[in-house]
């Protein structure tokens, strides 16, 4: 029994939603089967077109259709989704902005961010405990905790951790063999025009189906669109918009591995391989071509490139029932593998949830303690 949990939890057990989470307990569907199986529960038919929206739901989260995504990785988020007053929204200033917020939080509490530091290395000591990292240029930095490291599996196991120890974590969450890849993405990045079009009417998030029977993880079937000025006029100078549209997690980087980006075979290839992007938004602004200002096709090898992404993948493809996400603990001491190659996966939610996770692990009893008491003043809890 953990004396710690019940001293952190007891104060608070009367602010607890007793029923949370009891529903899908209470239907027998393990918070590793798939989600498909908490929809059937719910008796949502499977053709209809309730069913097929929740089909895009997981796929969209989570990178693979519901019968294949594990309940516990999009569940919660689900029950936020249609909770009253929800909306698919869009942070104004962009994915920025959310970054920016998350960096007051840690600078106001003596943390420091370090851009353009590249992490070469993990260090280990000779007894299997991590203990900070090597940067590119040769510094170290040493952990006083521990190395919360949200590099993707792959990259990890295969350039961050030093040889030596690849062979001793075989079979552990650092063994990257067998770990299924999803696929990478196709990208088109706009900037057009606006004039005479009533771009807050038009809303800025769109999905496009190419053939709805089709299924939802099908090559170039659905496109995800983004048109933040919609929402949010510093995304673009006034009297223009920008508009972010992709082929989500279904790109097989095997047609791009080892291309010059420079050369006409590489061009053609981006040229012909937009083409259904370009389908898709001349569906919802079907003048967009004599609008354009800017246009950039992004593929699997600039998705690996900006994103730090091993093989430009959208992470791994565990199928639920047959596989399931590791904890984030690793076999070297100090050493967590946060991120979303972990439970409960992918998704922003998922991850940050993986993260507080962990950090409540690391934290001692007292850190708890003083963390509900403020949130406890702040009327959070
Ligand atoms: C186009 C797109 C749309 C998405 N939309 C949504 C959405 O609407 N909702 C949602 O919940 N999720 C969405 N996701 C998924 C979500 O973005 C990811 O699941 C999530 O960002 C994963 O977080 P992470 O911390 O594991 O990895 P990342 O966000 O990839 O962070 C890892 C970081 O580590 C850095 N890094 C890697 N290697 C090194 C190194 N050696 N040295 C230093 N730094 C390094 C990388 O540059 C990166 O900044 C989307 C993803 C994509 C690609």
């Avoid at 000779?126 to 590099?151: D, P, Q, S």
């Avoid at 279904?250 to 590489?266: F, K, L, N, Q, V």
Wanted: glycine residues 10%.
């Amino acid at each position: 029994a953990d004396i710690g949990a019940a001293q952190t939890l007891l104060p608070y057990l009367g602010r607890m939603d007793p029923l949370s989470g009891l529903a899908m307990v209470m239907s027998g569907i393990s918070p590793s089967a798939p989600f498909s199986d908490v929809l059937k529960a719910g008796q949502v038919p499977e053709n209809s077109l309730t069913g097929w929206f929740f089909d895009f739901l997981a796929f969209a989260l989570q990178g693979l259709p519901a019968s294949a995504t594990q309940a516990a990785g999009v569940s919660f988020m689900m029950r936020e989704f249609f909770a009253p007053g929800a909306v698919m929204d869009y942070p104004k200033g962009g994915s920025g902005a959310l970054v920016d917020a998350l960096l007051r939080a840690v600078e106001k509490r003596g943390g420091e961010l370090r851009l353009r530091t590249r992490v070469e290395k993990l260090a280990v000591d000779k007894t299997g405990r991590c203990t900070g990292v090597e940067l590119k240029g040769g510094k170290g930095l040493e952990a006083r905790v521990a190395v919360l490291c949200n590099a993707d599996v792959w990259n990890t196991s295969s350039k961050l951790l030093p040889e030596e120890w690849r062979p001793k974590v075989r079979g552990s969450s650092l063994d990257v063999e067998g770990v299924p890849m999803c696929p990478s993405f196709m990208h088109l990045h706009l900037g057009f025009r606006t004039e005479g079009l009533d771009l807050e009417a038009m809303g800025v998030h769109h999905i496009t189906a190419a053939d709805l029977q089709a299924p939802v993880d099908a090559t170039d079937n659905l496109v995800f669109i983004s048109i933040p000025s919609a929402i949010d006029d510093t995304a673009a100078p006034k009297g223009y918009a920008c508009l972010h549209a992709y082929l989500p997690a279904t790109e097989p980087y095997d047609a791009w591995a080892g291309m010059d980006r420079r050369s006409d075979e590489y061009k053609r290839k981006k040229e012909e391989r937009a083409a259904p992007l370009w389908k898709a938004v001349e569906r919802v602004i079907p003048d967009i071509q004599s609008r354009l200002v800017v246009r950039m096709v992004g593929t699997p090898l600039t998705h690996e490139r900006f994103l730090n992404r091993y093989r430009g993948t959208y992470g791994p493809a565990y199928r639920a029932g047959i596989q399931s996400y590791p904890s984030p603990q690793t076999p070297l001491r100090g050493l967590w593998c946060i991120g979303e190659g972990s439970f409960p996966g992918i998704g922003v939610p998922a991850v940050a949830g993986n993260a507080a996770g962990v950090a409540n692990t690391i934290a001692p009893l007292e850190m708890h303690q003083r963390l509900l008491e403020r949130l406890r003043k702040a009327e959070l809890l």
